[in-house]
């Protein structure tokens, strides 16, 4: 019963920054957040990044995605490229509470939270969750609001190949079947409004084939928030 006590007690001494290496400082220090994760205009239902003043991009407006709306916290690049990848592929789960601060950060993140009746992360296949002990989303979810946070709802049956080379029709072909809601838990998804949580969005099609099987089960809004979004994708 030690241990969590331990990590609080140590997750509250002063640190350095992961990014610029200032010392004390959190996990990431204000000065890095400030100048390398502000908030910029977004497609209100991708998430890319476009000019100010535009709300949607050209490929939402030509064929509207299944997402009621997307938010993205940062850019995927440097540095936060380089966190994701230790929170990833690390072992180091403990960057959830950073990441999910810079998401909350974002003067968007609190509206969104407040119209949401639960938080969904986007499920691992069992397999991926075994190799890696943890699923990524999942932290994520839990950090943004333990209380409305469902992870077993909505699963991953298989794992698919990389698909950002696919149009956008190949690429939900290629997803169909993948996701499913629980059919014992589905009903607790009516008339319920939905977010989604991711930590990297590129191509979207996975949020995508996500909020059609929500929506088929009942949920009456999906929406999509990812920590980082990718900016050369196609749709
Ligand atoms: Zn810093
Ligand atoms: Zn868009």
Not at 99 to 118: C, F, K, N, T, Y
Not at 211 to 218: F, K, V, Y
Request: charged share 20%; glycine share 6%.
């Amino acid at each position: 019963m030690l241990a969590p006590l331990i990590a609080r007690l140590l997750s509250r001494l002063p640190s350095q920054c992961a990014v610029c290496r200032a010392w004390p400082s959190q996990t990431l220090c204000e000065d890095c957040v400030l100048q390398l994760a502000a908030p910029r205009p977004r497609c209100q239902t991708c998430a890319i990044a476009l000019p100010a003043g535009t709300r949607r991009c050209g490929a939402c407006l030509l064929d509207p995605p299944a997402l009621d709306s997307c938010f993205a916290a940062v850019s995927y690049g440097f540095p936060w490229s380089r966190c994701l990848h230790e929170f990833k592929f690390g072992q180091q789960p403990g960057w959830a509470r950073p990441l999910a601060g810079l998401m909350q950060q974002d003067p968007a993140w609190e509206a969104l939270s407040e119209r949401v009746d639960l938080l969904l992360p986007m499920p691992l296949s069992a397999q991926r969750l075994c190799e890696r002990g943890y699923n990524q989303a999942a932290e994520l979810a839990r950090q943004l609001s333990p209380e409305r946070c469902h992870g077993t709802l909505l699963l991953r049956l298989r794992d698919t190949p990389a698909q950002s080379t696919l149009p956008r029709s190949g690429r939900l072909r290629n997803l169909r079947g993948a996701l499913a809601v629980d059919p014992l838990q589905a009903p607790s998804l009516r008339h319920r409004r939905v977010l989604l949580i991711d930590d990297v969005m590129t191509t979207g099609a996975s949020l995508e084939a996500a909020a059609l099987a929500l929506r088929a089960a009942g949920a009456r809004e999906v929406h999509g928030a990812v920590l980082a979004r990718t900016e050369n994708a196609v749709g």
